[in-house]
């Protein structure tokens, strides 16, 4: 051929060549910008950390050994026989010593420290420092890891750590297991790139990969999981980048926050800090040979190797890392066959991590709305510290899986028919201590507690009566109400015929008791004498926020309230009429402990105090002679408490809500489809209600009338003023200067006012 056309070709080549050179260049320069641009600065989102409320131990404290043996081992606390390290505790009988992890609280940090309990018959007799052996007015633990709030896009969650906090064994054992390595090369193995090569090549497809850390770590944090040549080419040439701006340590610990190690749900585990949480309940500086070695096993693949759903497959890998471990010098041979020797020893359940409680934390997003925006609570990483007590949301959750199991049972009723939602507050400071939205208690869909708003039948009759003792000079808690039939024409001309839940008529009724019985007819009776509108009105005071239906029929419960708002309402009732707001959050900080926002206890005076006080008398009738008096098969029977029965037409909706000296509790049990379950409040609610409230240890509620009350016997046939000669008489609280002055006809002192006890009767 003429020797210009070889000089034409070079010249196309040449040209081709520089073509490729330029277009090269600058493939390398945006990668090299998107590298510095992404991995520069704040490189991850980091989700808002939520917390439970801290466990306070002090002396006088309602808790054995066994007790806080449980609330230990649930913040991941190791039972061990000398203190160690943070984390780890020695029991005895009658004594427990605990290494306390430091903790940085939205007051400060707090050191780790080591202390001494020791127990009485009542609880915890003293708490004192193990060095000195001086007593502490109150050690506060630290609090519980209950959930975070991550991104639905993308559904990444992960706990930063730094990599000297990173235990040597996990970092050291990483490395011989993923890239031995590490520190010697440049990005890429050029051995391992050309082993994977070859045997790809006679495969005919991508079998196998030589990646190092530096190419996981560009592969998870910037590029897709496809096995695809192109995908595979951006890789190395990122990786190379990377080591050329960024120094070896700061990779690795990339790394260590990057990796994906397991899914849960829709919440996707990144990094190691947040995997020693979820498969092991510990911080990652407290993991042991055998639980470093899962971790690094579940590198390889966090699906395949899934110790909750695979954990044959899950421990095999991990005695193979063992083995590595041993090999590496990482550990001697006996370490080995102990770690190989020791089961999986996971934390949580089969289903995911460490107990989380969605409905709760689903209400601590609500309350947060509006006052931070979303990018703030998903990726900076706020620290939320909530109302939240992991033994009320224990006992809650535990009585409702296991009471509506045991109700369908006895009442053969198909077993997963039946729902319920539960909440637990505090009396007076409006926290919120538990909540479950549903049986299935892990779910986090639906939540029942906040958004199910069902007709709550008779928990409205306490607001009735309290109206009408609001007015002293008309109605007593003896008042006379008539249990007869009444029939009342509706707007709508059709007739309203309200029956007794028995369908029986049962005479004249005492106030108290018409309440603590439950019966309708005397209500309504009642309700129509006072008015809708100003029943309307106490319900707006206790802290029902909706318009009421101005009706008749709203004497009965005809009104559709959630059961968190029932809470709220039945607190005011139980702090004396005054109303403390409901609140799930104490305080936010930045991740850095800094504070942003508190929620201070916010009260104010609602509803009377007296009339309030005759009402909660009232409703330890209910639970003494009424429709909660079956409580007492579970609860002690010197145990005073208030509470309310709630049952709906067809019976289709069963409540319980009644409240202790320290805890109000509300429970609701029915079906989603609204079709009748059979159960009345006291069938089923109040199954669940006094078991809850057992476990829960409350306090009794302690009646001391406040200044506008006297307490007066007076007997109980007649309602009239009672001393030793009668022989069946009550000692009943009255508004001030409401008391009845006459005598009963049983009484001695009725002899100085012959058939003055019948002029008051006819009045």
Same mark, same amino acid.
């Given at each position: 051929m003429p020797r210009q056309f070889w000089y034409g070709l070079a010249a196309v080549g040449l040209v081709l060549a520089s073509i490729g050179l330029v277009a090269f260049s600058y493939y390398l320069v945006a990668l090299d910008k998107d590298i510095r641009t992404r991995f520069a600065g704040v490189r991850w989102a980091l989700p808002a950390q939520v917390f439970a409320s801290p466990l306070e131990l002090y002396s006088g404290l309602n808790l054995d050994a066994g007790d806080l043996k449980h609330e230990l081992e649930r913040l991941g606390y190791r039972n061990n026989d000398t203190l160690d390290g943070p984390g780890e505790f020695v029991l005895a009988k009658d004594r427990a010593d605990i290494y306390i992890r430091a903790f940085h609280f939205w007051d400060g940090p707090r050191p780790e420290s080591k202390i001494s309990v020791k127990f009485a018959a009542g609880g915890i007799a003293d708490v004192a420092d193990a060095g000195s052996g001086e007593s502490r007015d109150i050690v506060r633990m630290d609090p519980m890891l209950i959930g975070s709030i991550y991104p639905q896009q993308d559904g990444e969650d992960r706990v930063l750590v730094k990599l000297d906090e990173v235990p040597d064994l996990l970092r050291e054992g990483l490395l011989a297991v993923e890239d031995k390595d590490f520190y010697d090369h440049f990005g890429i193995s050029i051995r391992g790139v050309v082993r994977a090569m070859f045997v790809n090549l006679r495969a005919g497809h991508t079998v196998q990969g030589a990646s190092t850390v530096t190419?996981?770590?560009?592969?998870?944090?910037?590029?897709?999981?496809?096995?695809?040549?192109?995908?595979?080419?951006?890789?190395?040439?990122?990786?190379?980048?990377?080591?050329?701006?960024?120094?070896?340590?700061?990779?690795?610990?990339?790394?260590?926050?990057?990796?994906?190690?397991?899914?849960?749900?829709?919440?996707?585990?990144?990094?190691?800090?947040?995997?020693?949480?979820?498969?092991?309940?510990?911080?990652?500086?407290?993991?042991?040979?055998?639980?470093?070695?899962?971790?690094?096993?579940?590198?390889?693949?966090?699906?395949?190797?899934?110790?909750?759903?695979?954990?044959?497959?899950?421990?095999?890998?991990?005695?193979?890392?063992?083995?590595?471990?041993?090999?590496?010098?990482?550990?001697?041979?006996?370490?080995?066959?102990?770690?190989?020797?020791?089961?999986?020893?996971?934390?949580?359940?089969?289903?995911?991590?460490?107990?989380?409680?969605?409905?709760?934390?689903?209400?601590?997003?609500?309350?947060?709305?509006?006052?931070?925006?979303?990018?703030?609570?998903?990726?900076?990483?706020?620290?939320?510290?909530?109302?939240?007590?992991?033994?009320?949301?224990?006992?809650?959750?535990?009585?409702?899986?296991?009471?509506?199991?045991?109700?369908?049972?006895?009442?053969?009723?198909?077993?997963?028919?039946?729902?319920?939602?539960?909440?637990?507050?505090?009396?007076?400071?409006?926290?919120?201590?538990?909540?479950?939205?549903?049986?299935?208690?892990?779910?986090?869909?639906?939540?029942?507690?906040?958004?199910?708003?069902?007709?709550?039948?008779?928990?409205?009759?306490?607001?009735?009566?309290?109206?009408?003792?609001?007015?002293?000079?008309?109605?007593?808690?003896?008042?006379?109400?008539?249990?007869?039939?009444?029939?009342?024409?509706?707007?709508?001309?059709?007739?309203?015929?309200?029956?007794?839940?028995?369908?029986?008529?049962?005479?004249?009724?005492?106030?108290?008791?018409?309440?603590?019985?439950?019966?309708?007819?005397?209500?309504?009776?009642?309700?129509?004498?006072?008015?809708?509108?100003?029943?309307?009105?106490?319900?707006?005071?206790?802290?029902?926020?909706?318009?009421?239906?101005?009706?008749?029929?709203?004497?009965?419960?005809?009104? #559709? $309230?959630?059961?968190? %708002?029932?809470?709220?309402?039945? /607190?005011?009732? =139980?702090?004396? !009429?005054? &109303? +403390?707001? @409901?609140?799930?959050?104490?305080?936010?900080?930045?991740?850095?402990?800094?504070?942003?926002?508190?929620?201070?206890?916010?009260v104010k005076q609602t509803l009377p105090e007296g009339p309030v006080y005759l009402t909660t008398w009232a409703m330890t009738q209910v639970m003494r002679l009424g429709t909660g008096r079956s409580a007492y098969s579970v609860l002690p029977g010197d145990m005073t408490l208030a509470g309310k029965s709630g049952t709906t037409d067809d019976l289709r909706d069963s409540w319980f809500s009644g409240f202790s000296g320290d805890r109000v509790a509300v429970v609701w049990v029915g079906r989603d489809d609204y079709k009748p379950m059979g159960l009345s409040g006291s069938t089923g609610a109040l199954y669940i209600w006094s078991r809850l409230i057992r476990d829960l240890k409350v306090k009794p509620?302690?009646?001391?009338?406040?200044? #506008? $009350?006297?307490?007066? %016997?007076?007997?109980?046939?007649? /309602?009239?003023? =009672?001393?030793? !000669?009668? &022989? +069946?008489? @009550?000692?009943?609280?009255?508004?001030?200067?409401?008391?009845?002055?006459?005598?009963?006809?049983?009484?001695?002192?009725?002899?100085?006012?012959?058939?003055?006890?019948?002029?008051?009767?006819?009045?």
């Open positions: 190419q996981q770590l560009v592969r998870n944090f910037f590029l897709t999981l496809d096995r695809t040549w192109s995908r595979k080419f951006n890789e190395m040439f990122m990786s190379i980048l990377l080591e050329r701006h960024y120094s070896k340590n700061d990779i690795l610990e990339a790394y260590f926050n990057e990796i994906y190690l397991g899914q849960d749900g829709n919440r996707a585990i990144h990094g190691f800090g947040l995997a020693s949480w979820f498969y092991f309940n510990k911080p990652i500086g407290e993991l042991r040979d055998h639980e470093v070695a899962l971790l690094v096993g579940v590198v390889k693949g966090a699906s395949f190797y899934n110790p909750r759903r695979n954990p044959v497959r899950a421990k095999a890998r991990r005695d193979v890392v063992l083995r590595v471990f041993k090999d590496a010098g990482l550990i001697d041979e006996a370490e080995m066959n102990a770690a190989i020797a020791r089961p999986l020893s996971l934390a949580g359940s089969k289903q995911g991590g460490v107990e989380r409680y969605p409905a709760f934390v689903d209400m601590v997003k609500r309350q947060l709305r509006g006052q931070y925006k979303d990018s703030d609570l998903t990726d900076e990483g706020l620290r939320i510290f909530t109302t939240l007590d992991p033994r009320a949301q224990e006992a809650l959750e535990r009585n409702i899986e296991q009471g509506l199991s045991e109700i369908e049972k006895s009442k053969k009723i198909a077993t997963d028919t039946l729902e319920a939602a539960g909440v637990v507050t505090s009396v007076g400071g409006g926290e919120i201590l538990g909540v479950v939205g549903g049986r299935d208690v892990r779910y986090s869909g639906f939540n029942r507690a906040l958004d199910s708003r069902r007709s709550i039948g008779s928990l409205v009759k306490p607001f009735v009566y309290l109206t009408a003792l609001e007015q002293g000079d008309r109605y007593n808690l003896h008042s006379i109400l008539d249990d007869e039939p009444i029939e009342l024409k509706l707007p709508t001309k059709q007739i309203w015929a309200p029956q007794n839940y028995d369908h029986k008529l049962h005479g004249p009724q005492p106030l108290y008791n018409a309440l603590a019985q439950s019966y309708n007819l005397p209500t309504v009776r009642l309700g129509l004498e006072i008015g809708e509108k100003a029943v309307a009105a106490t319900l707006k005071q206790a802290g029902y926020t909706a318009n009421p239906p101005l009706l008749p029929s709203m004497f009965l419960g005809a009104v #559709d $309230v959630a059961p968190v %708002e029932v809470a709220q309402m039945f /607190g005011t009732l =139980a702090a004396g !009429g005054f &109303q +403390s707001p @409901l609140s799930s959050i104490r305080e936010v900080t930045t991740k850095e402990g800094e504070p942003l926002n508190r929620y201070p206890i916010r509620l302690d009646l001391i009338p406040p200044p #506008d $009350v006297e307490e007066q %016997e007076a007997d109980s046939i007649t /309602g009239l003023r =009672a001393d030793d !000669g009668c &022989q +069946s008489r @009550l000692l009943i609280p009255y508004l001030r200067g409401f008391a009845p002055q006459t005598w009963a006809p049983c009484a001695h002192a009725a002899e100085s006012q012959p058939m003055q006890w019948l002029r008051e009767i006819f009045q």
